[in-house]
């Protein structure tokens, strides 16, 4: 008899409406865990009341909310996040719209595979306004880039990017939806296939095997 295949597991961070983890929950519900290769077992958050919370809640995952505020300082808030997310013994941590930058102790724990997504081609327009960014400085192609995480601000080792075209009628929020459209595919078939095929990282390249 075959082995069963190996499904790896996933803890999804997100600050915001989630429609990066929700594609991801679409796509391993329509293609099933061990075909996907992953299964998402939690759900974080750094405030509450997110629509990925809810989507989280829906899907009748475990979620666990981290705020910094909560913390005397961004090392504790660091740790307890770490810890939070290592009790869920993930293979991949995936920051999909998780809006804080993860510190020293979170990194010793999940640096190499914790992956984040951002909307802009790195290292064009990091940081927290990368659609604002790529718009006022007048770009005519901007679009999302999946990497793994270092410890400077969208500068990890890069995975895939995907590219959309600026038009000249788009305001911030409509270039974001193009965005985010290829971004939600972008990411849903790299984290299949990091999770499926394995990888290493050989410097800033990433060789998905
Ligand atoms: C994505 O564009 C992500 O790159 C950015 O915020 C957006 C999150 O969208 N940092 P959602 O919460 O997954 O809908």
Not at 75 to 80: L, N, P, S
Request: hydrophobic share 45%; proline share 3%.
């Amino acid at each position: 008899m075959a082995a069963k295949p190996v499904v790896k597991r996933l803890v999804v961070l997100v600050s915001g409406s989630g429609t990066n983890l929700q594609a991801l929950l679409d796509e391993i519900a329509a293609t099933g865990t061990e075909a996907y290769g992953a299964e998402i077992v939690a759900v974080g958050a750094d405030r509450d009341g997110i629509e990925g919370l809810a989507r989280a809640e829906r899907a009748g995952l475990p979620a666990f909310v981290r705020k910094v505020k909560d913390y005397d300082t961004r090392e504790e808030w660091d740790a307890a996040l770490a810890e939070s997310v290592a009790a869920h013994e993930p293979d991949l941590v995936v920051s999909a719209g998780f809006m804080k930058i993860v510190g020293k102790e979170f990194l010793a724990r999940f640096g190499g595979r914790f992956v984040n997504t951002h909307p802009a081609l790195l290292p064009s327009f990091p940081g927290a306004h990368g659609v604002r960014d790529a718009l006022a400085y007048g770009a005519r192609v901007t679009g999302c880039t999946v990497h793994f995480v270092d410890d400077g601000v969208d500068t990890g080792p890069i995975i895939a990017q995907g590219v959309v075209e600026v038009r000249d009628e788009d305001d911030e929020s409509a270039l974001h939806e193009r965005i985010k459209e290829v971004e939600r595919r972008l990411l849903v078939d790299v984290v299949g296939r990091l999770a499926r095929n394995g990888y290493r990282i050989e410097g800033r390249k990433v060789v998905i095997q």
